[in-house]
């Protein structure tokens, strides 16, 4: 079994900064890409930032200049750096990995158990 736990959410002014970091742990082999999406209210899930498998990173429009991806691969750890933050970024954030587990040859998605973000005055 693989397992995502997030950490870092919680309520911040307009402006504020915040950092969310997400930790991958189990049996596994090799974590292909890794990152983060988001939920608001309505709307459906989106891409905010990521590691693709071949070691680049994306993001979205909304979020480029402001928030930042970083990892450490020696703890199977990704981290969110937001700042500039702006009540439209309110939402729960998933960490997502794609892992190959050591018990099997196919890749999947795991999900965190999600952590809210809250941006207002």
């Known amino acids: 079994q693989v397992q995502l736990v997030e950490s870092g959410g919680g309520l911040v002014q307009p402006g504020g900064s915040l950092r969310l970091s997400c930790a991958a742990s189990?049996?596994?082999?090799?974590?292909?890409?890794m990152g983060w999406f988001r939920q608001a209210p309505g709307k459906q899930r989106e891409l905010v930032a990521a590691?693709?498998?071949?070691?680049?990173?994306n993001y979205a429009d909304s979020v480029k200049g402001r928030f930042t991806i970083s990892r450490d691969n020696a703890k199977n750890t990704v981290f969110l750096q937001m700042n500039s933050l702006k009540p439209e970024d309110t939402a729960v954030y998933y960490c997502?990995?794609?892992?190959?587990?050591?018990?099997?040859?196919?890749?999947?998605?795991?999900w965190g158990q999600g952590t809210q973000v809250t941006v207002s005055s």
């Open positions: 997502n990995a794609n892992v190959q587990p050591i018990i099997s040859a196919i890749r999947r998605d795991y």
């Open positions: 189990g049996s596994i082999f090799m974590i292909y890409a």
């Open positions: 590691f693709t498998s071949g070691g680049s990173t």
